[in-house]
């Protein structure tokens, strides 16, 4: 069982806000506030680099950490300033020539598909978007139709920004394993919300940031290459972190991951995001999964009961974000409302998952990431909020 009263006693917002909006950014745990914050000090105190080097071992522990949260080798890590550039060293740096074909899904985050559009005028590569099924998640038979021999990557998101959906990223890889074709995973909202396993996905990349799920300091992310394919990338730059000039005609690539680093980076950050990687871990991916979509499971069922609510999360089993329209409430006035009462909300808009948000003819509406430290008790006054504007 989750000791969610002693949780709740280690996140000062808790105090402040019913926080609602995990799926923008989690309230960090009072560890990972400590590590960001005395890491600073330290800095501040001893110079920056000394800083760093007395912190050695912390930072070591974050890649520890990343590689137990996600099944792989430290050397498969990346740590970065965000999902978005994790996500862009692993699909820049894949060799795509004129007529290549990526297949994506139809939620599929607005940057990567800007990078598709921009490879498509630059490079000549075809983007292909996977039909969804009947329960709204990427049609795997339709996905194993799709492929063939100019098929050059599957890039999908596992959970979409827009909505409760959880693609079904295993099922998928089994596809891309049979294909031989490499598979990108956007597990930027999946990371520090359900458990991750690389092997089990057979993913070959994978990308996500610190800041939502995983309750860590904003300006964080990190990139998992399998080592098999670290070779078959051409990292997009290079520095003298990256890589290593050997004489005045020569450099040396890193022989792992971090060769899609670069030097300059957040190191108090880098700290933070190890310790809220702990932090997860030992509450245990399994529990917080159960839980956070348990209170999201009832609250859909509470407000869908609400008239002129609409509910909109699509796919079998949902995660905990929750779409939602409130009649012709304007999503920003919801959202302001909810504000005023204490309660941290967002609204989405059809220009974060144009695909997506197109097919089911939205262009905008309201959405929450409940996290396992929400209450029965917050989601009341929510609902109260809720029925509110409808009153
Ligand atoms: C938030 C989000 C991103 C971008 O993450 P950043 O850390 O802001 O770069 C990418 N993909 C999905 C699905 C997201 O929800």
């Given at each position: 069982?989750?000791?969610?009263?002693?949780?709740?006693?280690?996140?000062?917002?808790?105090?402040?806000?019913?926080?609602?909006?995990?799926?923008?950014?989690?309230?960090?745990?009072?560890?990972?506030?400590?590590?960001?914050?005395?890491?600073?000090?330290?800095?501040?105190?001893?110079?920056?680099?000394?800083?760093?080097?007395?912190?050695?071992?912390?930072?070591?522990?974050?890649?520890?950490?990343?590689?137990?949260?996600?099944?792989?080798?430290?050397d498969?890590?990346?740590?970065?300033?965000?999902?978005?550039?994790?996500?862009?060293?692993?699909?820049?740096?894949?060799?795509?020539?004129?007529?290549?074909?990526?297949?994506?899904?139809?939620?599929?985050?607005?940057?990567?598909?800007?990078?598709?559009?921009?490879?498509?005028?630059?490079?000549?590569?075809?983007?292909?978007?996977?039909?969804?099924?009947?329960?709204?998640?990427?049609?795997?038979?339709?996905?194993?139709?799709?492929?063939?021999?100019?098929?050059?990557?599957?890039?999908?998101?596992?959970?979409?920004?827009?909505?409760?959906?959880?693609?079904?990223?295993?099922?998928?890889?089994?596809?891309?394993?049979?294909?031989?074709?490499?598979?990108?995973?956007?597990?930027?909202?999946?990371?520090?919300?359900?458990?991750?396993?690389?092997?089990?996905?057979?993913?070959?990349?994978?990308?996500?940031?610190?800041?939502?799920?995983?309750?860590?300091?904003?300006?964080?992310?990190?990139?998992?290459?399998?080592a098999?394919?670290l070779e078959?990338?051409?990292?997009?730059?290079?520095?003298?972190?990256?890589a290593v000039?050997?004489?005045?005609?020569?450099?040396e690539m890193l022989p792992n991951a971090r060769r899609?680093?670069?030097?300059?980076?957040?190191?108090?950050?880098?700290?933070?995001?190890?310790?809220?990687?702990?932090?997860?871990?030992?509450?245990?991916?399994?529990?917080?999964?159960?839980?956070?979509?348990?209170?999201?499971?009832?609250?859909?069922?509470?407000?869908?009961?609400?008239?002129?609510?609409?509910?909109?999360?699509?796919?079998?089993?949902?995660?905990?974000?929750?779409?939602?329209?409130?009649?012709?409430?304007?999503?920003?006035?919801?959202?302001?409302?909810?504000?005023?009462?204490?309660?941290?909300?967002?609204?989405?808009?059809?220009?974060?998952?144009?695909?997506?948000?197109?097919?089911?003819?939205?262009?905008?509406?309201?959405?929450?990431?409940?996290?396992?430290?929400?209450?029965?008790?917050?989601?009341?006054?929510?609902?109260?909020?809720?029925?509110?504007?409808?009153?």
């Amino acid at each position: 069982m989750m000791d969610v009263d002693k949780i709740r006693d280690e996140t000062p917002g808790v105090g402040r806000v019913v926080h609602l909006n995990n799926c923008g950014a989690g309230l960090m745990p009072q560890p990972v506030l400590d590590a960001v914050i005395d890491h600073l000090r330290l800095e501040a105190e001893i110079g920056g680099y000394e800083a760093e080097d007395a912190a050695a071992g912390a930072v070591a522990n974050t890649y520890d950490g990343l590689s137990r949260l996600l099944n792989c080798q430290r050397d498969e890590i990346a740590v970065v300033e965000n999902a978005t550039v994790a996500w862009d060293m692993a699909f820049y740096g894949l060799p795509l020539a004129q007529g290549d074909v990526v297949l994506t899904a139809v939620s599929e985050y607005a940057s990567n598909y800007i990078a598709y559009l921009q490879r498509a005028a630059r490079d000549g590569i075809q983007v292909r978007v996977v039909p969804n099924d009947n329960h709204g998640q990427t049609d795997v038979a339709a996905l194993a139709e799709m492929i063939d021999d100019r098929v050059k990557l599957i890039s999908i998101t596992h959970a979409p920004t827009n909505g409760g959906l959880i693609n079904p990223a295993a099922a998928i890889g089994r596809v891309a394993r049979a294909a031989g074709v490499p598979y990108l995973l956007d597990a930027c909202q999946s990371a520090g919300q359900m458990p991750l396993d690389v092997e089990a996905i057979g993913c070959d990349m994978l990308s996500a940031t610190g800041r939502k799920y995983l309750r860590g300091p904003r300006g964080t992310g990190f990139l998992y290459v399998r080592a098999a394919m670290l070779e078959r990338l051409d990292p997009p730059f290079l520095d003298l972190h990256a890589a290593v000039w050997q004489s005045p005609e020569h450099y040396e690539m890193l022989p792992n991951a971090r060769r899609f680093e670069n030097w300059e980076n957040y190191v108090a950050g880098k700290i933070g995001l190890g310790v809220a990687v702990d932090y997860a871990l030992e509450i245990g991916l399994d529990a917080i999964a159960a839980r956070v979509q348990g209170l999201a499971n009832d609250l859909r069922d509470r407000m869908a009961a609400v008239p002129g609510v609409i509910v909109r999360d699509l796919g079998q089993n949902k995660s905990g974000i929750i779409s939602f329209s409130v009649g012709d409430v304007a999503p920003e006035l919801v959202k302001e409302s909810m504000a005023a009462a204490g309660i941290n909300i967002s609204t989405s808009s059809a220009r974060s998952t144009m695909q997506d948000m197109y097919r089911r003819g939205i262009t905008m509406m309201n959405r929450l990431g409940l996290h396992y430290y929400n209450t029965d008790a917050e989601l009341d006054r929510f609902m109260t909020c809720l029925r509110g504007l409808r009153a």
